[in-house]
DNA sequence: TATTAACACGAAAACGGTTTCGTGGTTTAA
DNA sequence: TTAAACCACGAAACCGTTTTCGTGTTAATA
């Protein structure tokens, strides 16, 4: 097993200063040509590399970005993360990532782990505890030691940093407004409960569309479906209890699974009723018929968080200037709607 | 902006060594009472909480397991995340999640990265072009290094180390034997190129299964999508092709993809044409119809990658005892296959 | 009373780098 | 010939911990 070398070994084997070495291997101009030739080739030889650790202790920067995500198993925050990737590795970061599972505890535990002088800087989206509780100390407590913080898509106002989200509520309008164009008069809403911001400002936008298209806002075609899972009775009771001829879905899974139940209770799609979900993932491309579905750009996400991530984690000043990034939701259209 | 504090602030604020405050905040029987009530009092209430950097230098370790995976927007290896997630969490562990994009060299650049100190140890899937390319001197660097490595999945035999793979040759001899038992034919199977050793494994359970049922093994029935996208016409000509009553994919996507085509073409499933996919995924499930579906496992298998390599990377001793922990792949009967 | 043990704490080295400053020796200019 | 300038390198501090090994003071023992 021949171990990692390091500069202490190259100085006492060369008889030259640990001091000479690492400014050699930097191509100092203090030291001499010769010396620096004979250092740099014992290094190659040695495949010298210096070890991240002891530069991070000294420099303070551990070029380590930490994401907080609530879910790992969920298309969209993959694609969130795919960008974060891509840009920090560009960028020489590395990502480490932690799931809070949705746990107001776990998001809190793994921040405190992580700012403990892993990372530079966090990304990350709000897990529905937290946003239940509406406790947002720990991002405080995090910004207010100067660790830069990114929140993208689930955010809150009460937190001042930078922000990039999703436009919701148009992304919800456009929608809703492609649906009664196409004469629709009973469009429904499936949602979760309304502690989620991005729920929220959907179905604002869904209720907005109703009124400028002349359609009466009618609370019983809006169906909340607690905790992320689709209770399947409920669903055929709602498509039962009265006339839908349209749905809009807060996200996939909740469009792909009711719409099934819309087909096996006999309804065609996109005839009798049409579907839109949020998240034009591989679920929506997939389904039979596909669905149409308002993109989310997650990967663009990550990238423009991990870019205004770095930007701060760079930055010299301490000034605190925070944007909020709105992406310009779109609809992707496809066989579950007339188009 | 209150900077975190660290040992020497405290020392100095309280007038004690560093060392003293070291000791108190470690309970160490060496320091009187008094003085550590008033240091831990004193660190209490200025939140202090230890350097991670400065402990892994000092300890070298780091507390971080590096996961090097081809593609995050999988669903597969987002549940192996999950499960290494999970049980390294639950040990201390944070996970650095490297995204190879089935890039040789961006798998060897990652590794590279993390191994020169961020991390205790590896867990990987190898990427497209490694396994194509056959080289794994990236690998055998870094076990030499003394750097524990598990790989799961997509592994080799060329190196030495702990491996977790789901039992690929079982689970599409238990599939295709279960669509010989409903009467099938003419089974056909769709893959990819056959450098990756898990197609490898369920070609030759295809074949074994066909065998032990007196079913001819017909090449022609064999259907190879290069790069890992399912090409359209090329897989309406092998469904047009010949007689084919059956078939057996090696991922969700190729399954969905095709069964969807099928269905275009006017075949029933699952009576004129039975459908088997490998990962039981989100896709499986939601496909209609649902998606009989070898499932991998990812959960069960990122967990024990993680407990074989924390179990290394705590272990003292350097002994070479390297195991390949085989899981059983199970089938999940769906809609798409005659039960 | 002299010796020893126990106690409570500090100095310093170590982890593996970077960086500032100092210094001995040579070269150049006066 | 002497002073100044320059070159090439080393010593040491520093990042924030942990840990070993003293050491001065007090208490217990002979």
Redesign the pocket.
């Given at each position: 097993m021949k171990r990692?070398?390091?500069?202490?070994?190259?100085?006492r084997e060369l008889?030259?200063?640990?001091?000479?070495?690492?400014?050699?291997?930097?191509n100092?101009?203090?030291?001499?040509?010769?010396?620096?030739e004979k250092i740099q080739a014992f290094a190659k030889l040695y495949n010298?590399?210096?070890?991240n650790?002891?530069?991070s202790?000294?420099?303070?920067r551990t070029k380590n970005i930490g994401v907080i995500i609530p879910d790992i198993v969920h298309y969209f925050f993959t694609t969130v993360i795919r960008g974060i990737e891509k840009y920090s590795n560009a960028k020489g970061y590395n990502v480490i990532v932690c799931v809070s599972d949705e746990s107001f505890d776990k998001e809190v535990i793994n921040m405190e782990l992580l700012a403990?002088?892993s990372i530079d800087g966090f990304i990350m989206a709000l897990s529905a505890e937290t946003q239940l509780k509406n406790d947002y100390n720990h991002l405080k407590e995090v910004t207010e030691q100067g660790i830069p913080l990114v929140l993208f898509d689930r955010v809150t106002d009460e937190v001042q940093c930078d922000k990039v989200i999703i436009n919701d509520r148009e992304g919800a309008y456009f929608a809703v407004n492609k649906l009664a164009k196409n004469g629709r008069k009973h469009i429904a809403l499936i949602t979760t409960e309304n502690y989620f911001s991005v729920s929220r400002a959907r179905a604002a936008g869904y209720r907005q569309a109703l009124r400028d298209n002349g359609l009466e806002v009618n609370e019983n075609l809006v169906l909340e479906l607690p905790n992320m899972n689709v209770d399947e009775e409920a669903v055929n009771d709602f498509l039962d209890g009265q006339k839908i001829d349209a749905v809009l879905c807060v996200n996939e899974i909740f469009a792909v699974h009711s719409m099934k139940l819309a087909k096996r209770k006999g309804f065609k799609i996109p005839e009798d009723i049409s579907f839109i979900g949020f998240t034009d993932g591989i679920l929506s491309k997939y389904a039979s018929p596909s669905l149409t579905a308002v993109a989310q750009h997650g990967q663009k996400m990550g990238e423009i968080a991990a870019q205004m991530l770095i930007e701060k984690v760079e930055a010299d000043t301490d000034e605190e200037n925070f944007r909020t990034e709105i992406l310009e939701a779109t609809l992707m259209e496809r066989e579950s709607t007339i188009n």
């Open positions: 990692k070398i390091t500069l202490k070994h190259i100085a008889e030259v200063s640990i001091s000479t070495v690492s400014k050699a291997l930097k100092s101009e203090e030291i001499s040509r010769d010396t620096k010298y590399k210096p070890n650790i002891a530069i202790l000294k420099n303070k403990n002088g």
